[in-house]
Structures are given as structure tokens and as C-alpha cells.
């Protein structure tokens, strides 16, 4: 069974630091995705990126980086110099390979509350 | 309009109601789904559906009653509901991709059941 844990309930910051958010995955599938996605009060998920299982390059996208690790099953979220609007809920996500026809199995985490405080 | 739109945005219903959560995805996908969101606990995933047939039911109890028309229009039909059953429940659509799909998510419709 895959399972995601977020182990960090709630971060608080203040602006302009950096923050970590960490994210672990189990899976016995070889070939699968792993997601971020960013849930700000709103309330609707907003996609951040996208891993597939065999692509382990740090990716870097403004502020934001990613540290994919598959010998420890990690794929951790940076934001560098934090801002007040990136306050959310970021979770963290797991979805195994199938067929084109089978829909997406999003397995998410619980969730990190990130609280960036001017 | 653009993206995916739930309606309505609140709900609060009594257990004996009947009612209807509505998504509409403006992004030729051909794949909706159905997520509840509990306070403290991961997104669950109730219902798949890819081009228009139900591909997963995740043991999701029958007072939950979705139905897809077409693949732009998906609802979930509630009746007789608990009061654990409130949450916020989010619509989203993807285009399939063997498991890479991006999932667009819509606002989400929280529902209060008293």
C-alpha cells in the first residue's frame, strides 16, 4: 500500500526566511509520481510539481526547490525567503503508474500548515 | 469561466435532506473525481470517473450518490447524510496520463450536516 506522512503538522516563520517542508513516501511500485500541491484558504489545490520515480534532479522553480531522494524516500519542499502569500496548506502526494484509462490514485499526505508571519 | 467550478460553495443540510454538489471542469479533461477533505486527516479519494464510466468507488457509503453525464459535469448526490460527514468536498479533472495526470482542483463545496 503506498502511504505519504508529512510529519510537520504546522510551521511558523517569519518572512524572509527559508522553510523545509518534508515529505515521505512508502511505495513498492518502480515506476511512480510524486506531487506537491499548495491549498491556500481559498480552499482549492493549487499544483506546484511533478516527479516521476526516475528523475531524481533537484528542480528549482523561483523561490521554490525540491530535493527528490529515493534512498531515503524523501521528497522535500524548499521556499527561500519566505513571503506572507505563501501561507497554506502544502501537501505532499503519491500516485503509482496505470493504465491510460484507469484515472489518477492520488495518495496525499496530511498536510503542512505553513504560517508566514510579516 | 475557466478551470474547475463547484457549486455551491456552502451547504448546510439536515440529515434527512437531499441535495446535490455540482462540478463542472471547463478543461476538456476526461477525467473527474470526487476527494472529502476532513479536518485533520489526508484528502480521500471517493469516486473516479474517466470518460464519463466509474473506474473507483473507494468503499464509499450508497448515501453518497454520484453521477457523471458527461465529461465536463460531474455531482454527487447526497440523501440521509451523518454529522460526520461534514467536510469539504473538492471536485478535480485531469487529462490521463498513466498516473502522471495533474489534478485540477475546483474551490471545493463545505458541507455542514446538523
Known amino acids: 500500500a503506498q502511504k505519504v506522512t508529512q510529519a510537520q503538522t504546522e510551521i511558523s516563520v517569519v518572512e524572509k526566511e527559508d522553510v523545509t517542508l518534508d515529505c515521505v513516501y512508502e511505495t513498492r511500485d518502480t515506476t511512480y509520481y510524486l506531487f506537491w500541491y499548495k491549498q491556500p484558504p481559498s480552499g482549492e489545490l493549487v499544483f506546484l510539481i511533478r516527479r516521476n520515480s526516475f528523475d531524481e534532479q533537484n528542480e528549482i522553480s523561483g523561490r521554490y526547490s525540491w530535493n527528490f531522494q529515493k534512498s531515503t524516500s524523501s521528497f522535500n519542499f524548499t521556499i527561500t525567503a519566505s513571503q506572507v502569500v505563501d501561507s497554506a496548506v502544502y501537501f505532499c502526494a503519491l500516485s503509482e503508474a496505470r493504465g491510460e484509462t484507469s484515472g489518477s490514485r492520488l495518495t496525499f499526505g496530511e498536510g503542512t500548515q505553513l504560517t508566514v508571519n510579516p | 469561466e475557466t478551470g474547475v467550478t463547484q457549486t455551491p460553495r456552502h451547504l448546510v443540510m439536515g440529515m434527512t435532506n437531499k441535495k446535490s454538489l455540482k462540478c463542472e471542469q471547463h478543461l476538456g479533461h476526461n477525467a473527474m473525481y470526487w476527494y472529502k477533505q476532513s479536518a485533520k486527516k489526508p484528502l480521500e479519494l471517493m469516486f473516479v470517473y474517466n470518460f464519463k464510466e466509474q473506474t473507483e468507488n473507494n468503499s464509499v457509503p450508497s448515501r453518497f450518490s454520484p453521477e457523471c453525464p458527461n465529461s465536463s459535469h460531474l455531482f454527487l448526490h447526497l440523501h440521509t447524510l451523518q454529522p460526520e460527514d461534514s467536510a469539504l468536498y473538492l471536485c478535480?479533472?485531469?487529462?490521463?496520463?498513466?498516473?502522471?495526470?495533474?489534478?485540477?482542483f475546483g474551490a471545493g463545496s463545505r458541507l455542514t450536516v446538523l
Open positions: 478535480a479533472s485531469s487529462q490521463e496520463r498513466r498516473g502522471a495526470n495533474v489534478l485540477t
